[in-house]
C-alpha cells in the first residue's frame, strides 16, 4: 500500500540545518554550567617508563585546585578504550591511569581546577619521578627478541603475547594459496608501508561531566558510541549503568577517532572527586598524540595470475602496530584482510597479521578501518601486474572483480575478531561506477596519450574498493516513535550523527514510511536515558542498521495509525494509505482522516498513545562498490604533485539523500588525498610528536583541491530500509592507489609507501636518472 | 585578578563587558554566550573563531578581547535579518553545504566578508576567502558551490 517514494531519495536540508547556520547552541561545548572546573590531562614526557615516584602535594595545595588524581586514586581495571559492542574483540590493557608509562602523551595524573589557567599550573607542580625504560617505537623492532616488553602487567587480558608485543594475530584463508601460485602463470610480490593518519575533526574531543539532583554522573560527550562509553565508564569508575546518563550533543566531526572512550572516564573520575562540573577539551596539540590515529602498517602483497589477467591467488601479510594500547587492534586489521581480498574473486586467498605494540600513540578506528592501507596495497599492485602483463587496467579490473550473486567466503572466515559470517553479493554496479567514473575523467584516453614534454609530467590512475555496511551479526540498534496531538511524531534513536547526517537520512526514512512530511519528525539521538539502544555511529552502519530499526519502528507505528483511522473512518485498514500527513481510502469511497485527528481521536477517545519501537540487526554486510579515478600532474623539478581531477563514482545502494550521500564522498576524497600526499603525525627518536599542528600536519584546504565528480551509480540492496547500503567510508580507499598508479602513469615510478612527499619523488627520479631536465 | 572594561558592538547592539587583559576575545565571546565562535585550534590556524572585525574576517583566537575596544564586531548569530536567515545561510543549506556544521560559521562569515566587498566573486575567490578555514567534512565542493549559488542570487 505504499505511495511512491515522497521523501527517501530526496536532498532535503538538514533537520538541524537551521541552528547549525545560525550559531545556535548545538556542540558539547555550547552550554554554560554553575561552578564548572577545568580538567587538564598531564601527559607523560617519556615514550616508557615507570613512575618511581609522585607527588601532588604542592598541586592539591594550589587555591582554585578541586581534584588531583592519580593512579593511586583510582580503582585499576583493566579495558580497552575502542568504543565497541560487548564483549570487546579488543584487548582489555589500558587502566583509568596506572603506574607505568607506554607513549609520550600517556596519563599521569589528572587535575581539575576552576580555570584553565591554575590547571594547567597545577600540572606543573606535580613531582613525578620516572625510571625511564628503552622504547620501542619501529613497527620491526616490536617482536625483535630482546625488546622491551610494554605490556608487562600481569592483569591485562586478550593479549595474544604479551612477551613479544603482540597484542594480537590473524590467520585466514580460503582455498590453497600455494596450490593457486604454482598454478599461475606470474607471481607478483611487493612491500608497501602506510602512515600514522590523525583524524583532524575540527572539534576536538570534549566531554562534560557532573553529578545531577539526583547524584547520577552526566557525561556530556563528543562520541560517535555513548551507549558503549556508559558501559565502559560503568564498569571503570565502578558504578551501576543506570547511575550513568550519557548525552551526545551535535558532534563536530568524528570519522572514527570518537568511537572510542576517550575523556569520558577521567572527565567522569574528576567530577565525582571534585564533586564539581569538570570539562575537559583537548587541545589541538593534544588531538594528534593523546587521540587516536590510522593503524601504520607493513604490507606484503603477493599475487598469483595466468597470461590472460585471472587472479588465482592473492596473499597479504602485515605487520601493523596499534602503538601503546590494543583499542580496535584485531578489528582493524582484520579489515585490511576481509574486506580487500574479496574484491577479486581468487579461489585463493590467505591473511596474515601481526598487530604488534609499540610505544607510539595509539591507533584506533579511523574511516576505512584498514581497508585504505590493504587497498593501497592491493590496487597498486594490481596496477603493476596489469601494466606488466600489458592488460588494460580497466578490463583487468573488469574481468577479476567481485559481481552480483557471489558469495566472499574470506568474510565467513574474518569476523569482528572471530569467525564472521559470509557476505552474499545481492547488489553491485561496480563496472558501471568503472565505467562512468573512467569516461568521467577520460581514462582510456589519456592511459594512451604520449608523455607530455616538459616538466609537468600528466597521468591518469585508477582503484576498485569496497567496504561494508555495519558489522554483520554484531551490530544492532534500535528505535522508538511516539505520536503527538500535532500528527506529529517523536523518533527517539541511540544513534550518534557524526556531522553526515545521520538524524536527516533517519528521519527521512520515518517521514517516508509514515507517510508524512519531515517537518512532523522530530528526531532525538544519541542520549542513553531517552533513546532505545544503538552500538552507535561506526562501520558505515547508521543508515542500514539504525535505518532499518527506524523503519521497522515506523512500520508498526504506520499499523498503529491505520487501525485507529478504520475505527474512525469505518472502513477496511487494507483499504487504508498514509500518505500526505494523512490516512485516505484507497480503491472504496473517498474518505480520509488527517493525521492530526487520528492523534486527538487516538489521544482523547481512545485513550491510547500511538507509539512503539523495534531492533534491527543483519546478518550480511553488504559491500558498498567505489571505483575513483585520479588525474595527476608531477613536477619533476620540484617533485610536487597536483592533483588535478578526483572521478569517484559509487555504488551506496538506494541514496536516502543524495546531496549527503555526495558530500560523504567529496569528504572523503579529500581525506584520502591528504593520506596520499600531505598527511602523517612524525615522531622523533625519542617517540615524541614533531608536527602535532595543523601548520607542520597538512590537512588539505579550499585551495588545495582538485576538481572533483562525484557520480552516485544506485543499486536496491534487499537488506536495506528502501534499498540503501552505506557510503560514508568507502570512498577513502581508493585516492591513495589512484594517485599513486597515476604518478606512476605520469614518471614511471612506482610509490610503495605513504604519504608520497615531493621530497621522495625527487629522490625516486633521480634514483631512476630521469632528473627534471628530461 | 587585573580587569578592565571593553565597549565593543556585537550585531549591532553596544556592550560593556569586564575582562581580564589577557582574556581571548574567542574566549569572551563564548563567555557571552555567542556559541557559533569556534574553538579548533587556538593558534590561527583551523579559522573556526572566526568573526568579522569592521566587516574583515580575523581569529578570534588570536586577539585580546581588549584589543576589540570600540570595534564592530559580527558573528554567525548577527547574520541572519531577524528570522529570515541570509541568502549565504539559505544556500548552504539548500547545497548540502553544512554537514557537522563545526566550521560552518566560519565559512559563511568568510563569505560573507568576500560577498560585501566582491559580489560576483570567481570560483578561484572563493577558495581563496574560504581558504583560512579548515573543514575535514566537505571537501569544500559543496561549500563553494554554495557561496557562489549566493552570488547569483544577489547578483539577481
Given amino acids: 500500500m505504499n505511495l511512491p517514494r515522497a521523501i527517501v531519495g530526496q536532498n532535503v536540508r538538514k533537520v538541524e540545518g537551521v541552528k547549525l547556520v545560525t550559531g545556535g547552541p548545538a556542540f558539547t561545548d555550547d552550554i554554560q554550567l554553575p561552578g564548572l572546573l577545568y580538567g587538564k590531562i598531564l601527559p607523560s614526557p617519556y615514550a616508557h617508563a615507570r613512575i618511581k615516584r609522585i607527588d601532588t602535594r604542592k598541586a592539591k595545595a594550589l587555591p582554585g585546585v578541586h581534584a588531583v588524581l592519580t593512579y593511586k586514586d583510582v580503582p585499576r581495571v583493566p579495558h580497552t578504550t575502542a568504543g565497541q559492542a560487548w564483549p570487546e574483540p579488543s584487548p582489555y590493557d589500558t587502566y583509568l591511569l596506572d603506574n607505568k608509562v607506554r607513549f609520550v602523551g600517556d596519563r599521569v595524573a589528572a587535575v581539575a581546577a576552576e580555570s584553565r589557567a591554575i590547571a594547567e599550573k597545577a600540572l606543573r607542580l606535580i613531582e613525578v619521578e620516572y625510571d625511564v625504560l628503552p622504547a620501542v617505537l619501529g613497527i620491526e623492532e616490536a617482536m625483535a627478541p630482546g625488546a622491551a616488553v610494554i605490556h608487562d602487567e600481569p592483569d591485562s587480558k586478550g593479549i595474544y603475547d604479551a612477551s613479544r608485543n603482540i597484542a594480537g594475530y590473524i590467520l585466514r584463508g580460503i582455498g590453497d594459496v600455494d596450490e593457486g601460485f604454482r598454478e599461475s602463470d606470474r607471481i607478483f610480490e611487493r612491500e608497501y608501508r602506510t602512515q600514522r593518519q590523525q583524524h583532524c575533526a575540527i572539534e576536538p574531543h570534549i566531554t562534560i561531566s557532573w553529578l545531577d539532583g539526583d547524584g547520577r554522573l552526566v557525561i556530556r560527550t563528543s562520541s560517535q558510541v555513548p551507549f558503549h562509553s556508559r558501559r565502559q565508564v560503568a564498569m571503570i569508575l565502578q558504578i551501576p549503568v543506570s547511575r550513568i546518563h550519557v548525552i551526545k550533543p551535535r558532534m563536530g566531526g568524528g570519522f572514527g577517532g570518537k568511537q572510542e572512550m576517550l575523556l569520558e572516564d577521567i572527565c567522569g573520575a574528576l567530577a565525582l572527586a571534585a564533586r564539581r562540573p569538570v570539562k575537559i577539551e583537548y587541545t589541538r596539540e593534544e588531538e594528534f598524540y593523546m587521540a587516536r590515529t590510522r593503524h601504520p602498517q607493513i604490507l606484503r602483497m603477493k599475487m598469483g595470475v595466468k597470461r590472460d589477467g585471472t587472479i588465482l591467488a592473492s596473499q597479504l601479510t602485515v605487520v601493523a602496530t596499534t602503538g601503546a594500547y590494543g583499542s580496535h587492534s584485531t578489528t582493524v586489521q582484520g579489515n585490511t584482510g576481509s574486506k580487500v581480498l574479496p574484491l577479486y574473486r581468487a579461489e585463493h586467498m590467505r591473511f596474515e597479521c601481526h598487530v604488534v605494540y609499540t610505544n607510539t600513540p595509539v591507533a584506533g578506528a579511523f574511516r576505512g578501518y584498514g581497508c585504505p592501507q590493504g587497498f593501497f596495497a592491493q590496487e597498486t599492485l594490481v596496477d603493476e601486474i596489469a601494466n606488466e602483463l600489458g592488460v588494460d587496467p580497466l578490463e583487468f579490473h573488469r574481468q577479476n572483480v567481485i559481481r552480483l550473486g557471489d558469495i566472499d567466503r574470506l568474510s565467513a572466515q574474518l569476523g569482528e575478531g572471530k569467525e564472521g559470517l559470509p557476505r552474499h553479493i545481492r547488489s553491485c554496479s561496480l563496472p558501471e561506477c568503472i565505467d562512468r567514473a573512467a569516461a568521467a575523467i577520460g581514462f582510456a584516453g589519456k592511459l594512451k596519450a604520449p608523455p607530455s614534454a616538459g616538466h609537468l609530467k600528466r597521468g591518469v590512475g585508477m582503484a576498485c574498493t569496497m567496504q561494508g555496511s555495519g558489522i554483520a551479526g554484531v551490530d544492532w540498534a534500535s528505535a522508538f516513535l511516539k505520536m503527538n496531538e500535532d500528527g506529529s511524531f517523536f523518533l527517539q534513536v541511540g544513534a550518534a550523527d557524526v556531522g553526515g547526517g545521520a538524524d536527516t537520512v533517519l528521519s527521512q526514512i520515518a517521514a517516508e514510511t509514515l507517510g508524512v512530511s519531515l517537518d512532523k519528525i522530530v528526531i532525538t539521538s544519541g542520549d542513553t536515558d531517552t533513546t532505545p539502544f544503538d552500538v552507535g555511529a561506526y562501520a558505515s552502519s547508521t543508515t542500514i542498521i539504525s535505518g532499518g530499526a527506524v523503519k521497522k519502528a515506523a512500520e508498526k507505528v504506520r499499523e498503529q495509525v491505520l487501525r485507529m483511522a478504520a475505527k474512525m473512518l469505518d472502513a477496511p485498514v487494507e483499504n487504508l494509505a498514509c500518505g500526505d500527513n494523512r490516512v485516505s481510502a484507497v480503491g472504496g469511497p473517498k474518505k480520509s482522516a488527517t493525521m492530526t485527528e487520528i492523534a486527538l481521536h487516538s489521544m482523547y477517545k481512545e485513550k491510547t498513545q500511538i507509539m512503539d519501537g523495534a531492533s534491527h540487526f543483519n546478518t550480511d554486510s553488504p559491500p558498498p562498490f567505489c571505483a575513483t579515478f585520479a588525474e595527476v600532474e608531477v613536477d619533476t623539478e620540484t617533485g610536487k604533485v597536483r592533483v588535478l581531477h578526483m572521478a569517484t563514482a559509487v555504488d551506496p545502494g538506494v541514496a536516502i539523500n543524495p546531496a549527503q550521500a555526495e558530500g560523504q564522498v567529496e569528504g572523503a576524497v579529500a581525506q584520502g588525498i591528504g593520506y596520499a600526499l600531505t598527511e602523517e603525525l612524525v615522531l622523533d627518536d625519542a617517540g615524541r610528536p614533531m608536527n602535532p599542528n595543523f601548520l607542520d600536519y597538512k590537512i588539505l584546504g579550499s585551495k588545495d583541491m582538485p576538481k572533483l565528480t562525484t557520480i552516485l551509480v544506485e543499486t536496491d540492496e534487499p537488506l536495506g530500509p528502501y534499498g540503501a547500503k552505506s557510503i560514508s567510508e568507502v570512498p577513502i580507499n581508493g585516492p591513495a592507489p589512484a594517485i599513486a598508479n597515476a604518478i606512476f602513469h605520469a614518471i614511471g615510478v612506482r610509490f610503495r609507501k605513504l604519504p608520497i612527499r615531493p621530497e621522495d619523488v625527487l629522490s625516486a627520479l633521480r634514483e631512476k636518472g630521469n632528473g627534471a631536465d628530461d | ?156
Avoid at chain 2, 550585531?11 to 565571546?29: I, M, R, S, Y
Avoid at chain 2, 579548533?40 to 578581547?65: H, R, Y
Avoid at chain 2, 547574520?79 to 541570509?86: E, K, N, R, S, T
Wanted: hydrophobic share 40%; charged share 25%.
Fill in chain 2, 1 to 156: 585578578m587585573k580587569t578592565m572594561e571593553v565597549r565593543l558592538n556585537v550585531n549591532g547592539e553596544a556592550k560593556q563587558w569586564t575582562v581580564a587583559p589577557g582574556d581571548l576575545l574567542l574566549d569572551v565571546l563564548r563567555r557571552e554566550g555567542y556559541f557559533g565562535v569556534k574553538r579548533g585550534c587556538e593558534a590561527g590556524e583551523c579559522g573556526a573563531c572566526t568573526v568579522l572585525l569592521g566587516g574583515k574576517p580575523i581569529n578570534s583566537c588570536l586577539m585580546f578581547a581588549a584589543q576589540a575596544e570600540g570595534a564592530e564586531v559580527l558573528t554567525i548569530e548577527g547574520v541572519a535579518h531577524g528570522d529570515a536567515l541570509d541568502r549565504l545561510q539559505e544556500a548552504f543549506l539548500d547545497h548540502g553545504a553544512v554537514q557537522c556544521g563545526f566550521c560552518t560559521p566560519a565559512m559563511i562569515l568568510n563569505a560573507k566578508a568576500l560577498l560585501d566587498r566582491k559580489p560576483h566573486p570567481s570560483e578561484e575567490e572563493v577558495r581563496e576567502a574560504l581558504a583560512g578555514t579548515f573543514c575535514r567534512c566537505t571537501g569544500y565542493q559543496k561549500p563553494v558551490e554554495a557561496v557562489l549559488a549566493a552570488a547569483r542570487g544577489l547578483a539577481r
